[in-house]
């Protein structure tokens, strides 16, 4: 019996036929899918860099405010401020936010009323002004009627 005339005129060959199309059509969704995932990945791996670029950076700032933290304390490096140590100096910071408040609320009112001053000095040059303006339009009128009428 052979692939080509075996029994039932041809069933092996129609049979190895379809096998074998099944097979291409296999290794081809195979490999539209080996395709579909290395593009993924490759998307995937970009983000995944990305995110561990960001980690890295972060991790870094953070090394650099524990060192500067560390610093400020007088402690070595890498060593953490004790939790007394971190609660005095959040009372420093609120002492120096409330300081830094009042002084801005001085200035304002410094501000404030020195354009108050200001506003006050040119509200007396306005009504002096609005004065010599009246004064002149009433000598204005006069000389016009002097002109005019004789009187």
């Known amino acids: 019996m052979s692939v080509l005339n075996g029994p ?3 069933t092996w060959s129609v049979f190895a ?10 290794r081809h969704e195979r490999d539209e899918a080996r395709q579909r995932l290395e593009r993924l990945l490759d998307k995937s791996a970009d983000g995944w ?6 980690a890295e ?4 700032e953070w090394r650099s405010e524990c060192a500067s933290i560390s610093e400020e304390f007088n402690l070595p490096a890498g060593i ?11 009372k420093d910071y609120e002492k120096a936010r409330k300081e830094r408040d009042e002084a801005l609320a ?5 501000v404030d009323r020195a354009a108050g001053e200001k506003l006050d000095g040119y509200r007396e040059l306005e009504s002096k002004l609005e004065a010599m303006e009246a004064e002149r339009d009433k000598w204005r ?3 016009l ?3 005019i009428f004789g009187h």
Do not use: H, T
């Open 57 to 60: 950076r972060e991790r870094d």
């Open 49 to 54: 860099m990305a995110r561990a670029l960001d």
């Open 141 to 143: 009128s006069d000389y």
């Open 106 to 110: 001085k200035y304002q009112f410094m």
């Open 80 to 90: 953490r401020p004790s939790e007394g140590e971190i609660s005095q100096f959040l």
């Open 8 to 10: 039932g005129e041809g």
């Open 145 to 147: 009627n002097f002109c």
């Open 17 to 26: 036929a379809k096998v074998v199309e099944e097979r291409d059509e296999a």
